[in-house]
């Protein structure tokens, strides 16, 4: 099914970074954009809003609906997802992206930033998955897109951050599952996750600037999500697909493009070898 026209996509975490962006992306060729996030208003430190980021949706030539949500709220997960439904006729496409990170030792993290890094990436992926995928059912070629990075039991990528690994392979397993469970409704479930690290607010307040120069725009991760929603969703699920490698196999060479600096060798991000 070629095109986003009329489709209908639910994002969380969509108020900046990647899920704003994909909004974007998807919004110019006239899909609907359930814009959700816990940022309604202005952030003393981040740049953003649901009403923002809806704004820009409608000006790029989609149709939007913002929503405040905290994806660790399972009755709000509920009334927005049916509000979106309700507003827009469906939901075609989840696109789970809201996460919270702190990548600290095991002594160092406190139980409460442990509570909401597993509430919100792997309870929050959970819940919203669950919720949407009586909707998504009804529909043809429905995608759930986690934002989480291929599985690896590699102990170097729990050693100084266990915590926080834990939370993001929870993500990784729902698609790993959840591929398998729903395959023969044609719901596909697959995870995107960046060859480089992205400029968003998650980087530049947990890496050193250095890193946050050498990243890619978010717009990387809104391109190679457009295109896996092209793809058949009876076909393509249970990926662990890798930003570049998607670009690629649509014919893209130039990467250049998507560099904050130019000229300038990439940081390969987390999780990837």
């Known amino acids: 099914m070629a095109g986003m026209q009329g489709r209908t996509v639910f994002i969380t975490g969509a108020s900046r970074g990647i899920g704003r962006a994909i909004a974007l ?3 110019r060729d006239g899909a609907n954009i359930v814009v959700t996030a ?28 913002a929503i405040q949500l905290d994806v660790r709220d399972e009755v709000a997960i509920a009334a927005a997802v049916q509000q979106a439904a309700d507003h827009f006729g469906g939901i075609d496409i989840l696109v789970n992206n809201a996460s919270a ?3 600290t030792g095991t002594l160092e993290t406190p139980a409460k930033r442990f509570d909401l890094m597993f509430g919100v990436n792997v309870r929050g992926t959970f819940l919203c998955s669950q919720t949407c995928i ?21 102990p170097h990528w729990f050693q100084n951050h266990v915590a926080y690994t834990m939370a993001k ?5 729902c698609t790993l599952g959840m591929a398998e469970e729903f395959r023969k409704q044609g719901i596909a479930v697959n995870s995107l996750w960046p060859r480089t690290t992205i400029a ?9 600037e250095a890193i946050l120069k050498a990243s890619r725009k978010p717009d990387i991760m809104a391109d190679a999500a457009y295109a896996v929603f092209q793809r058949d969703s009876r076909s393509a699920t249970g990926n662990f697909y890798v930003d570049e490698a998607v670009l690629r196999e649509e014919g893209v060479s130039d990467f250049d493009v998507y560099a904050v600096t130019p000229g300038v060798k990439p940081y390969t991000d987390l999780f990837l070898d």
């Open 25 to 27: 992306r998807c919004a």
């Open 38 to 65: 816990k940022t309604a208003t202005p952030h003393p430190k981040l740049p953003g809003t649901i009403h923002d980021v809806a704004k820009e949706v409608e000006a790029a030539g989609g149709k939007a609906l």
């Open 101 to 103: 990170i702190q990548m």
């Open 134 to 154: 009586p909707f998504l059912a009804k529909g043809s070629n429905s995608h759930i897109l986690n934002l989480a990075p291929p599985l690896s039991m590699k």
């Open 169 to 173: 392979y929870g993500m990784s397993m």
């Open 200 to 208: 968003t607010a998650a980087i530049a307040v947990n890496f050193p």
